[in-house]
C-alpha cells in the first residue's frame, strides 16, 4: 500500500511528460494545401452615441427628423472569404453582410467585395478578371495617391473595403544591385451605368498603371490613373526602414480638375474646380518597451480651406435657425460627396500609440488614437482595448470624443461621444 | 657520459609544437563555426512548416502554424496557416527590408524587425531569422568542455538584437543556447535548442526551441520545426507583388 503512494506522484509525472509530449507535436498532415478554402468571421458590435444638437452636421442630418440626443445601435456583420484553386487559375470571393438595429428601425445589407478570377502563368506575371480590392499608397491612415480604391477610414484604416470590377495585370522582374525589384501593374476600371457607377459617372475604361521599385532598401511607386469618370492624376510614394525599429514613408499626389461643393455666406451653393496637391509624410516607431508609435501628417489639397468650412457650417447653422428646410436640402446635397467625408478639410494629424502587452498581459493591446485639424485645433481622441487572448476571438472597446471650437471640424461633428464594443470571431 | 640527445629533441621539438599550436588553438575562427551553425539548421534555401506554441503562466496557451521558404543569404517569406484569426498573413524578408501582407488591408506595410506579428515572447526577427552568419560578425569564440562560446555583435543597426551569447555544441555543431541582448545590455531573451532530429537531406538539427524573456516574467514560447526541405525559387517570388500569392508555394 505504502508502495502505491510511491508509485502515484512517478505515474503522475510520466502521465505529465506524456501530455507534455501530445501538446508539442506537431502534424502537419493537418494543414496540407487544399484547392478550396473557407473562412471569414462573424462579429457583434454595441455601440453608444451622443449627439451634439448644435452641431452644424446634426442639424443637417436631423432637420426633418424626429430629434433625438444618444441612442443605442446594434449591429451584426459576417465576412465570408472563399478561394478556389485549379492549375495556374483561381478564383477569389469576400462577401460582406451587416444587419444593424437602431432607433430609426432595423436595416440590413449585403455586399460582394471581391470576387475575382486570377490566372498566374508563372511566378512573374499574373492577370486579374472581376472585383478586386486594390489598396495603393503606403500611409497607414490616409493615401492621397489611393486613385483607384474607395476611401479609407481613418479611424478603422485595417478594415476590408469593397472592391470595383477590374481588368489587369501584373508583372515582377527580380535583380541583383541597388535595384532589387521593378514590378508593373496596368489596369482598367471601367464604368457605366451598371458597372463601377459608383467609381465615377459616364462610359469609361479609366486607365491605371503602377511602378513598383525596390532601390537601395526603399520601396517606391509610381502611379498614374488616366482620365475618364475621375480627372486625371498622378503621384508617387516611398517607405523605409531607418533601423530595427523605426519606419519612414510618405505620399505625393497631383490631382486635376477636382470639384467641390463651397458655400457662400447668401447660402448659394457653387462648384469649384481646381488641381490640387496632397500630400502625406508618417513614421512608425516602436520603442524597446513594444509602445508602438504611427504618426502621420496629411495634406488634402483637395479638402476645405477653414473659411471655406467655416461658411458651409454657418450657412447650415443660419438655415437651421431660420427653418429654411428648401436650403437644409440643398446643403445637405452639397455636403454629401465632400464635406460629410472623413477628413474633408486640409491638413491632419494622425498619431497612434498602441502598448502591446502592458503589464505582463499577453495579448493585451491598449491603443490611443488621435486624429488632429491642424487648421482649427479640433480633434477626435479614442482610446481603446484590444484583447486577443482566445484563439481565433478578438474584443475591442474604445470610445471617441470628438471636441472643437464652433464651426471646426470635429467640433461640428454630429456627435460627440461613441462607445464601441466589438467582439469578432474568426473561422 | 653521452647527453641524450633525442630526448632534448623531442623536447624541444614538443615545446616548438605547443608554441606554435597554442596559437591556432585560442585564435578559433568564429565565423567559420557560425557558418558551419547556419548549415547545420537549414540549408541555404529552403521550405519548412513551423508550430509556435505561446504559453502563459497559467498553462494557457496559443498556437501558430506557419509555412515558410528560404532563399539565399536573405530571401524569407513566412505565410500563417493557423488560426483562422491569422491565415493568410505573409511576412517577407528582404535583407533588413520586412513587410506584412495582412489579407484585409490588401497591401504589404513595412515593419520593423523588433515588432511581433503574433504577440508573444517571438518577434519578427524569430521568426523570420536569416543565417547568423549574415546579421552578425563574431567578436569573440572559445571552447568551453563539449561547448564553444561565441559571442556576436550585429553587422548593421538594423538587426533585432546588438548581441547574442550562443552556445554551441562541438559534436554536432549545432546551437543549444542562445542570449539576445538590446545594445543597451539588456538581456531581451534566451533561446534554448533541444531535440536534435533527423530532417532528411542531411539535416540534423534541434526540433524545438524554447524561448523566454525577462520582459514576459513566467511566459514561454516553443517553436516546433517540421517537413524542412532544400527548395529552389526564383527571385520573383520574394517581392510585395507576389506577397498576396504566398499560399500558391505550398
Known sequence: MRGAWLLAPCLLAIAAAAFAQDDYSFDVGQFEKKPFEFGGYAELRAEHFRLDPDAALYQLNFFDREPVTEYNAGIGALQLEGLYRQGISSFRFVGYGVYADDYRGSDSATRVYEAHLTLAPSDRATFDLGKK????????????????????????????????????????????????????????VPTSDRVNEDFGPGDNA???????????????????????????????????????????????????????????????????????????????YLTETDLTAILEYYYNGAG???????????????????????????????????????????????????????????????????????????????????????????????????????????????????????????? | MRPHVGGAWSRALAVAMLALSAPVALALDGDAILRQVDRKLNPESYEMYRKLINIEPDGRKKEFVLFSVKKGRDAMIALFLDPPSEKGRATLRLGDNMWLYIPNVGKPLRITSLQSVVGGVFNNA??????????????????????????????????????????????????????????????????????????????KRPATMETDSPLYKGYKSIMLYANIKPRKLPDEVFTLDYLPRAGELR
Open chain 1, 304 to 427: 476645405y480651406s477653414e473659411d471655406e468650412a467655416r461658411t458651409f457650417f454657418q450657412t447650415i447653422h443660419d438655415a437651421y435657425a431660420a427653418g429654411d428646410t428648401a436650403l437644409l436640402e440643398r446643403l445637405r446635397a452639397a455636403a454629401q460627396p465632400a464635406l460629410l467625408r472623413p477628413n474633408p478639410m486640409q491638413r491632419y494629424l494622425y498619431l497612434r500609440l498602441s502598448q502591446k502587452d502592458p503589464f505582463d498581459i499577453l495579448y493585451f493591446t491598449p491603443a490611443l488614437t488621435v486624429i488632429a485639424n491642424l487648421d482649427d485645433g479640433s480633434r477626435s481622441v479614442a482610446p481603446e482595448l484590444l484583447y486577443t487572448g482566445v484563439t481565433n476571438l478578438e474584443l475591442r472597446l474604445r470610445v471617441f470624443f470628438l471636441s472643437g471650437n464652433r464651426l471646426s471640424d470635429f467640433g461640428e461633428k454630429q456627435n460627440d461621444q461613441r462607445l464601441e464594443l466589438r467582439g469578432r470571431y474568426y473561422f
Open chain 1, 133 to 188: 480590392t486594390l489598396s495603393w499608397g503606403k500611409g497607414y491612415a490616409f493615401n492621397p495617391v489611393g486613385f483607384v480604391q474607395r476611401m479609407k477610414d481613418p479611424n478603422d484604416p485595417e478594415l476590408a473595403r469593397e472592391g470595383f470590377v477590374i481588368a489587369g495585370g501584373n508583372l515582377i522582374r527580380s535583380f541583383d544591385g541597388p535595384l532589387k525589384t521593378v514590378a508593373f501593374t496596368a489596369l482598367v
Open chain 2, 126 to 203: 524569430d521568426i523570420m531569422n536569416l543565417d547568423y552568419s549574415v546579421e552578425y560578425r563574431v567578436e569573440k569564440a572559445a571552447e568551453e568542455g563539449a561547448a564553444y562560446s561565441l559571442e556576436l555583435k550585429a553587422r548593421s543597426g538594423t538587426v533585432a538584437y546588438d548581441r547574442l551569447k550562443m552556445r554551441v555544441d562541438r559534436a554536432s555543431l549545432t546551437p543549444t543556447l542562445i542570449e539576445a541582448y538590446a545594445a543597451s545590455g539588456l538581456l531581451i531573451k534566451t533561446l534554448r535548442f533541444k531535440d536534435i532530429k533527423d530532417f532528411g537531406n542531411g539535416i
Open chain 1, 206 to 284: 479609366n486607365p491605371a498603371v503602377k511602378l513598383t521599385l525596390l532601390y537601395r532598401d526603399t520601396d517606391i511607386d509610381l502611379l498614374v490613373l488616366g482620365e475618364g469618370a475621375r480627372s486625371a492624376r498622378y503621384g508617387f510614394d516611398f517607405s523605409r526602414n531607418l533601423g530595427s525599429n523605426v519606419e519612414i514613408h510618405g505620399e505625393w499626389a497631383h490631382l486635376t480638375e477636382i470639384t467641390r461643393p463651397v458655400v457662400n455666406a447668401a447660402g448659394t451653393v457653387t462648384t469649384v474646380t481646381q488641381s490640387a496637391n496632397s500630400y502625406l509624410l508618417g513614421a512608425r
